[in-house]
Structures are given as structure tokens and as C-alpha cells.
T-cell receptor
Framework: QQQVKQSPQSLIVQKGGISIINCAYE??????FPWYQQFPGKGPALLIA?????SEKKEGRFTISFNKSAKQFSLHIMDSQPGDSATYFC?????????????FGRGTQLTVWP | DAGVIQSPRHEVTEMGQEVTLRCKPI?????LFWYRQTMMRGLELLIY????????DSGMPEDRFSAKMPNASFSTLKIQPSEPRDSAVYFC????????????FGEGSRLTVL
């Protein structure tokens, strides 16, 4: 079973600061690493995803950095805003599984102070 | 598209009672997943279906839990008898295999067993 280890468990950042969340995974034969964002009372929703043929992917203020040799990937939120306050989950697919079957990290609760 | 629809949104019941949670996936999606979210264990995959057929139910905690998908537009997760430790938010998610693997989650069913 895929294990995905996420840190930190919680993060407090001032408005305008950089939020960094890290994830490590074990061996995998698959090639898709997403981050999900969850607001209170809602289901998780895909935020950004990366495939390991690139080391970085940027979408607006959100960037994934991927280190295949270290089996690690991280989410960077630049110019963090109060509206970014949510729980963030990294995920990775189970080895040899179909697309869509994901195992999630334990989550990071991000609070951005105004 | 209406997204993944779950019902009920909230359920409060007494120990020993039967609980049935319902899910309508996004039309055209061929995979359906049931997840459970708790503070202690995070997001856990319980079971998933492909084309209405259960593929892996190894995450179902015990025989008190059962899930069915009688057709492409409906699935149920049943707990009988329910116990206080079943209290959690249960999410249904769906996706289409040939896409990037993005999971589309419903808003969840919050279950409280007294």
C-alpha cells in the first residue's frame, strides 16, 4: 500500500508570505502527483498536479516542486492570502493501480493571517 | 454539470441503528470511490468501483460496512449496526479513467453515531 507522508500538520503564515508543504512517497510505478485543497464543509478539490517528467509546475501563485530521486514533492503558495486558508492534501497513486485511485497524506491545515 | 451528489449531508443516529449513505456520481464517470475522513486517520479509501463492479474493498473496516452500485448513476454505503467509532465524514468521489486522474468529490455526509 502506498504511503504518503505529509508535513507539517499545521502551518500559520502571514498574508503575503510563502507557504510550503512537503510530501514524501515510497516506490511507485505511476506518474501523477496531485495536491488537493479542502475548505471546511466541502469535499477536497484538485488544486494542481505534476508528472515526474518535469521538476516544477506553476499555476498562478501555486507551484509544485518535484524531486524524483528523493521521492519528494512540495507545494509552494506564493503571496499567501487569507482565502488560501484551507486544508491541503498531497496524494499519490497506488503502485500498479488504475488512474484515479489515490492515497492521501494526512493533510496540512493552513491558516493565513491578514 | 451538478457534480457528485451525496445524501444525507448530516446524519445523527443511535448506536445499533442502520445507516445508508447515498451517492450520485458525475454522469459518464466510470470510477466511483468511497472515502472516510476523520481527524485521527485522515482520508481513507474504503472501496472503489469500476463500471459498477467493486474492484477493491480492502479498506472497508469490517463486515458491518457494505457498499453497492446497482447502476452507473447510484451507489450506497451501508453501516449495520452502526457504532460511535463510525462517526466521520464520508465522501464519495468519481472520475473517468481516461482523463488525468482527477477525482471529483461530493460535499460529504457527516455521520454522528451516539
Amino acid at each position: 500500500q502506498q504511503q504518503v507522508k505529509q508535513s507539517p500538520q499545521s502551518l500559520i503564515v502571514q498574508k503575503g508570505g510563502i507557504s510550503i508543504i512537503n510530501c514524501a512517497y515510497e516506490n511507485t510505478a505511476f506518474d501523477y502527483f496531485p495536491w488537493y485543497q479542502q475548505f471546511p464543509g466541502k469535499g477536497p478539490a484538485l488544486l494542481i498536479a505534476i508528472r515526474p517528467d518535469v521538476s516544477e509546475k506553476k499555476e498562478g501563485r501555486f507551484t509544485i516542486s518535484f524531486n524524483k530521486s528523493a521521492k519528494q514533492f512540495s507545494l509552494h503558495i506564493m503571496d499567501s492570502q487569507p482565502g488560501d486558508s484551507a486544508t491541503y492534501f498531497c496524494a499519490a497513486p497506488d503502485r500498479g493501480s488504475t488512474l484515479g485511485r489515490l492515497y492521501f497524506g494526512r493533510g496540512t491545515q493552513l491558516t493565513v493571517w491578514p | 454539470d451538478a457534480g457528485v451528489i451525496q445524501s444525507p449531508r448530516h446524519e445523527v443516529t443511535e448506536m445499533g441503528q442502520e445507516v445508508t449513505l447515498r451517492c450520485k456520481p458525475i454522469s459518464g464517470h466510470d470510477y466511483l470511490f468511497w472515502y472516510r475522513q476523520t481527524m485521527m486517520r485522515g482520508l481513507e479509501l474504503l472501496i472503489y468501483f469500476n463500471n459498477n463492479v467493486p474492484i477493491d474493498d480492502s479498506g472497508m473496516p469490517e463486515d458491518r460496512f457494505s457498499a453497492k452500485m446497482p447502476n452507473a448513476s447510484f451507489s450506497t454505503l451501508k453501516i449495520q449496526p452502526s457504532e460511535p467509532r463510525d462517526s466521520a465524514v464520508y465522501f464519495c468521489a468519481s472520475n473517468f479513467m481516461k482523463t488525468t486522474g482527477e477525482l471529483f468529490f461530493g460535499e460529504g455526509s457527516r455521520l454522528t453515531v451516539l
